[in-house]
C-alpha cells in the first residue's frame, strides 16, 4: 500500500503556533494498550498540560479520563482532534468535525494522509496537519 504524500499540511511554526494555542485535544483512536503509540503520546500530551479526551469504541475510561465512542458524544468544546485511525476514515471524521462546528485543529498522525479529507477540513476554516506526530513536534520545539 503506497502512502498519500499530504499536499494540505501546515509549516513547522504553524504547528508550534497550534500546541500553543489548543489546550482540550480528542484522541481518536487512543489505545488503553500502554505500549501503542496513541497512549504514550496521549500520555505526554497529558502530562504536558493538554486535556485529553479519549475516543476509542471500547473501555470506560483511558489514562483516567472518560472514554467517549464518538466525536458526536462529546458534550463540550473541542479544540483539536489528533487523529490515530486509518486514513480512509479521514473523511467522516472531518465531516463529524465539521458538523461540531467547534473543532479548529485536523491533526493526522506520523504516517497518516488523506488529501481529500484534509481539504474538507481546510475549506471549513480548520488548520490542518498530516503526517506529523504531536509528541514529536512538541519535544521538538
Same mark, same amino acid.
Given at each position: *500500500?503506497? %502512502? ?10 504553524? *504547528? ?9 485535544? =480528542? ?14 503520546? =496521549?500520555? @505526554?500530551?497529558?502530562?504536558?498540560? @493538554?486535556?485529553?479526551?479519549?475516543? @476509542?469504541?471500547? #473501555? +470506560?475510561?483511558? !489514562?483516567? #479520563?472518560?472514554? @467517549?465512542?464518538?466525536?458526536? #458524544?462529546?458534550?463540550?468544546?473541542? +479544540? *483539536? ?15 463529524? %468535525?465539521?458538523?461540531?462546528? +467547534? ?6 498522525? !506520523? ?11 481546510? =475549506? =471549513?476554516? *480548520? ?15
Amino acid at each position: *500500500m503506497e %502512502c498519500e504524500f499530504p499536499s494540505v499540511n501546515s509549516t513547522s511554526k504553524e *504547528m508550534l503556533d497550534i500546541l500553543d494555542s489548543v489546550k482540550t485535544i =480528542a484522541i481518536l483512536g487512543l489505545s488503553p494498550d500502554e505500549s501503542k503509540a496513541s497512549n504514550m503520546v =496521549a500520555k @505526554y500530551l497529558q502530562n504536558h498540560g @493538554y486535556k485529553i479526551v479519549p475516543v @476509542y469504541p471500547k #473501555e +470506560d475510561t483511558i !489514562l483516567g #479520563e472518560k472514554v @467517549y465512542r464518538s466525536l458526536t #458524544e462529546i458534550p463540550f468544546a473541542i +479544540d *483539536m482532534v489528533d487523529i490515530f485511525r486509518k486514513p480512509k476514515a479521514f473523511d467522516a471524521i472531518a465531516d463529524a %468535525c465539521i458538523a461540531r462546528g +467547534d473543532v479548529k485543529v485536523f491533526w493526522g498522525q !506520523l504516517g497518516l494522509v488523506n488529501n481529500e479529507a484534509a481539504e474538507k477540513a481546510k =475549506a =471549513a476554516g *480548520m488548520k490542518v496537519v498530516q503526517n506529523h506526530c504531536t509528541k514529536i513536534e512538541l519535544q521538538n520545539r
